[in-house]
């Protein structure tokens, strides 16, 4: 299913990517050292409900998880990428943390991840690797207006990656969001330009350029769930969902501006 909203639902949209924006933003400044992530777990929930909003993942059952995933944020670790799920683990300064986040509110869903470093340790290839999936994003949006294709989106991404060096995993991607958190189109991470579905005002994307620092194959966590590098490498991962208008690009899931 792809849909096209209309400027009531789009106006729904806004407000809900803004409030994922805003609590990923107030959970990375509460992740510290020894911040256990079912702490991180709870205050999602906390801010969710407060919000009078839903969440798109504790029932979330998809095919490729084992039974409902039952929390209310991922959260992935070091060589954690993606689905990663919450449990009994303070972090450690130096951690590579991804937190990632969909919500609906008024009917619509918005969809956000961020990685960041725990603590005071910066190293020099985390770091790099962090920056390289933001600026790959930054470049996907970038291509991303009507009468564009999703294959014009794809190579913008995996153009960045892969001058990086990085292998690049096309299990996994962007995709269409709207009343419900994952529909069509798919957006690989690299892909063939003026391919694809063509880019209308009115559709939701959230694009999500993610790597692994040495290997583009995934392994399956005993949870079930989280899915790791297949090597123990670090991982990184960045996401927005934006809406495609007359102009080009929209970015609702940044923090409000007083924050």
Same mark, same amino acid.
């Given at each position: 299913?792809?849909?096209?909203?209309?400027s009531?639902? @789009?106006?729904?949209?806004?407000?809900? *990517?803004? @409030?994922?924006?805003?609590?990923? =933003?107030?959970?990375?400044?509460?992740c510290?050292?020894?911040?256990? @992530?079912? &702490?991180i777990?709870?205050?999602?929930?906390?801010? /969710?409900?407060?919000?009078?909003?839903?969440?798109?993942?504790?029932?979330?059952?998809?095919?490729?998880g084992?039974?409902?995933?039952?929390?209310?944020?991922?959260? %992935?670790?070091?060589?954690?990428?993606?689905?990663?799920?919450?449990? &009994?683990?303070? $972090?450690?300064?130096?951690?590579?943390?991804?937190?990632? $986040?969909? !919500?609906? #509110?008024?009917?619509?869903?918005?969809?956000?991840?961020?990685s960041? $470093?725990?603590?005071? %340790? #910066?190293?020099?290839?985390?770091? +790099?690797?962090i920056e390289?999936?933001?600026?790959a994003?930054? +470049?996907?949006?970038?291509?991303? #207006?009507?009468?564009?294709? /999703?294959?014009?989106l794809? =190579? +913008?991404?995996?153009?960045?990656?892969?001058?990086?060096?990085y292998? /690049?995993?096309?299990?996994?991607?962007?995709?269409? /969001? *709207?009343?419900?958190?994952?529909?069509?189109? =798919?957006?690989?991470?690299?892909?063939?330009?003026?391919?694809?579905?063509?880019?209308?005002?009115?559709?939701?994307?959230?694009?999500?350029?993610? !790597?692994?620092?040495?290997?583009?194959?995934?392994?399956? &966590?005993?949870d079930?769930?989280?899915?790791?590098s297949?090597?123990g490498?670090?991982?990184?991962?960045?996401?927005?969902?934006?809406?495609?208008?007359?102009?080009?690009?929209?970015?609702?899931? $940044?923090?409000s501006s007083? @924050?």
């Amino acid at each position: 299913m792809i849909e096209i909203l209309n400027s009531t639902r @789009l106006e729904r949209a806004r407000d809900t *990517g803004t @409030l994922v924006g805003d609590i990923l =933003h107030t959970l990375r400044q509460r992740c510290t050292v020894g911040t256990n @992530l079912l &702490d991180i777990d709870r205050w999602t929930k906390e801010m /969710i409900t407060d919000a009078q909003a839903q969440s798109c993942y504790v029932d979330y059952a998809p095919s490729f998880g084992r039974g409902p995933f039952g929390h209310y944020i991922c959260t %992935a670790v070091n060589d954690g990428v993606l689905h990663g799920r919450p449990h &009994d683990y303070a $972090l450690a300064d130096g951690d590579l943390l991804t937190l990632d $986040l969909a !919500v609906s #509110r008024g009917g619509v869903a918005a969809d956000s991840a961020i990685s960041f $470093l725990v603590g005071r %340790a #910066r190293p020099a290839e985390s770091v +790099a690797m962090i920056e390289t999936t933001e600026r790959a994003l930054a +470049a996907g949006i970038a291509a991303a #207006r009507p009468g564009a294709r /999703i294959g014009d989106l794809s =190579h +913008a991404i995996g153009t960045v990656l892969g001058e990086a060096g990085y292998p /690049i995993n096309t299990d996994f991607g962007g995709h269409g /969001i *709207g009343s419900t958190m994952h529909q069509d189109p =798919h957006v690989a991470n690299t892909g063939r330009p003026g391919r694809g579905y063509k880019l209308r005002p009115g559709l939701l994307l959230a694009l999500e350029p993610w !790597v692994m620092a040495d290997t583009a194959e995934l392994v399956t &966590d005993a949870d079930g769930w989280t899915l790791r590098s297949a090597t123990g490498c670090r991982t990184a991962h960045s996401e927005h969902t934006i809406a495609i208008t007359d102009d080009g690009a929209e970015i609702l899931t $940044l923090p409000s501006s007083g @924050l």
